[in-house]
């Protein structure tokens, strides 16, 4: 009997390790989680400098507390974040922002981001993070474009005198011989259509003013172009031309002049049978 005792010793003391050792196994850790709410569509989205982009973030903590929450742009903290950081309306009061009592294990935030200055692709990224570093985030893109845009109305060449041309640094219409003229109405037909119907409905440009136009295919995308450089592929891409065909809404021109580009949309045409009063609508986006 006593011959077993150093065997029962040495299977307890196996045991007791054992059961130690199950005290000891790491523990799976759940990472916070955080999601985006974009109502405003944001992500992806064109936009001037400067402009306002709002999101919603919600996040919910993991196995442990969120502790922290950090905005960056392009892989660094938000630049001049007190200038262009608002959450729940109120300027952010910092960007590596340490979350109180209420909102460790779970918030939901409005956030207000004024777009970079400078034209480029942005990504902006949310992250939070717990006390021990664990993290998760979300994130959306966007472009600032460093390209104006306005709209501008060529009237009938055959009209009121002073009329037939579009300015397109101002989107003023004008003469058809004025200098600061790129393009022109080419005005009516007298003498083969009655006078409902005698509107050629084409433009032309200023040829006077070294200007050329060209006709862009019914394909191009003049939404997506969002840069300068763009207006100006735009143009070197297309075959120039004396006189436009007929004139139709969702026809794009790009026109050049000396170092100066432009692409113009037709967004509406007017026709007026009883007068010469017909007229087109562009949007214009300016490059150089």
């Known amino acids: 009997m006593f011959k077993q005792i150093p065997f029962l010793l040495a299977l307890f003391s196996l045991l007791f390790v054992v059961a130690c050792g199950d005290d000891d196994d790491p523990i799976d850790v759940i990472d916070p989680n955080i999601s985006l709410i974009d109502t405003n569509n944001v992500n992806g ?41 608002f959450f729940n309306g109120d300027p952010a009061p910092s960007n590596a922002v340490l979350l109180d009592s209420n909102s460790r294990e779970e918030f939901t935030l409005n956030v207000m981001i004024l777009a970079a200055d400078m034209a480029g692709a942005y990504e902006i990224e949310f992250e939070v993070a717990d006390d021990e570093q664990n993290a998760a985030t979300v994130e959306f893109s966007y472009f600032v474009s460093d390209i104006t845009t306005l709209e501008g109305v060529l009237l009938n060449q055959g009209g009121p005198a002073g009329t037939g041309g579009l300015d397109l640094d101002t989107g003023e219409g004008t003469g058809s011989g004025d200098p600061d003229a790129e393009i022109r109405d080419q005005g009516i037909d007298e003498i083969n259509f009655p006078p409902a119907e005698n509107w050629l409905q084409r433009i032309a440009p200023i040829m006077g003013n070294n200007v050329e ?32 065909d007929v004139v139709e809404v969702g026809d794009v021109f790009a026109v050049r002049r000396d170092g100066n580009h432009y692409l113009l949309l037709v967004t509406d045409i007017t026709v007026t049978p009883n007068d010469n009063e017909d007229n087109y609508v562009f949007s214009i986006k300016q490059g150089q």
Do not use: K, M, Y
């Open 45 to 85: 989205s064109i936009v001037s400098p400067g402009d306002t982009l709002r999101v919603t973030i919600e996040a919910l903590a993991g196995t442990n507390d969120i502790n922290s929450l950090t905005i960056f742009e392009n892989g660094v903290r938000l630049p001049n974040f007190a200038e262009r950081l």
């Open 213 to 244: 136009l060209a006709a862009l295919s019914s394909e191009f995308d003049f939404d997506a172009v969002a840069t300068q450089a763009q207006v100006v592929e735009s143009f070197d891409e297309a075959a120039t031309v004396s006189e436009s």
